[in-house]
């Protein structure tokens, strides 16, 4: 049963693999493309295609750190993999969250109408806030990096040293990323809830919830809120899957941490192809590309003798 169950979630996390190699990597291009045709790309679309690419990455990183962990346990398991892995685990996964942050945070203040000084201050200059929040963001990875790297060399001396830090060591190294997930998970409910008080206080305003009756901002409300909920939803299952891998970490419970795995893959992975869908423009492109494939493959049919 065990053995039955481990294939089935290989092949699931083997599909969200390519998911998100094939996701991620249509956006990316996307994006890249129209960046060299107009010489110019806005805003949110450089957002997302550095979201994209981090995206790519910790879908591989994922990957790679099931191959060391999973299938290869203990003939990887040195010093130096454990660095490598995990600090491309933070790396990768600090951007692909803090980008999803910062796409939150242009959303709120591109469409947010507060009368605060402050927030018109903020709404003027988009492009600084993003950027200073991404650059103080460094901040905590520099220091969740740092703890990371002395928690594997306090864990491999104590290995050698037989001690019981090799129990220890997956709530040492597991701990400091989660607590650091939740503070762009903050960030970003933060600009949700604000975003629901500006569509209140909006529909108030033009006394239009009674009537029934949708104005343009509204409606722009309404749709920024889907995407957030969406984001918010997908980040919420990443947190719950990092707590189950931190709570239940045994290396020979391979269908557990299997579990965690394809979760975890999920955010990263299935968000983007929802994104995809969502997205007026990148669901266009994505149409054409479908339809030039389906043209392709009778062209070639028809070539064939």
């Known amino acids: 049963m065990a053995t039955i169950l481990q294939i089935i979630l290989t092949t699931i996390f083997i599909v969200e693999f390519f998911i998100g190699n094939l996701g991620n990597g249509f956006i990316a291009l996307v994006n890249c493309m129209d960046s060299v045709k107009r010489r110019k790309i806005p805003s949110v679309d450089k957002i997302l295609t550095a979201l994209a690419i981090s995206r ?27 660095r490598i892995i995990h600090v491309a685990w933070n790396i990768s996964n600090h951007f692909s969250l803090w980008l999803t942050t910062s796409l939150s945070i242009f959303y709120f203040l591109k469409i947010a109408v507060f009368s605060n000084a402050l927030f018109l201050y903020l709404k003027w200059r988009i492009k600084r806030v993003i950027l200073m929040a991404l650059l103080l963001s460094l901040v905590l990875l520099i220091l969740n990096t740092f703890l990371v790297t002395k928690y594997i060399d306090a864990w491999i001396d104590g290995y050698k040293m037989n001690t019981s830090s090799f129990v220890e060591f997956p709530r040492f190294i597991l701990l400091p990323s989660l607590m650091f997930t939740l503070v ?122």
């Open 56 to 82: 790519f990455t910790v879908v591989w990183v994922i990957f790679l750190d099931w191959v060391v962990f999973i299938k290869t346990y203990p003939l990887l398991m040195t010093r130096n993999t454990l």
């Open 184 to 305: 762009p998970f903050g960030v970003s409910l933060t600009a949700f809830l604000l975003l629901i008080i500006s569509l209140w206080k909006h529909i108030r305003k033009m006394q239009c919830y009674t009537k029934g009756c949708k104005d343009i901002r509204t409606l722009t409300h309404i749709t920024a809120l889907q995407t957030v909920v969406v984001f918010l939803l997908f980040y919420t299952t990443f947190i719950l899957s990092l707590v189950l891998e931190f709570w239940v970490f045994d290396i020979e419970k391979r269908a557990t941490l299997l579990f965690a795995r394809v979760t975890i893959t999920i955010f990263p992975s299935i968000h983007s192809c929802v994104f995809i869908l969502g997205h007026r423009k990148l669901r266009q492109d994505l149409l054409s590309v479908l339809w030039w494939l389906r043209y392709w493959s009778k062209h070639v049919r028809t070539l064939d003798p």
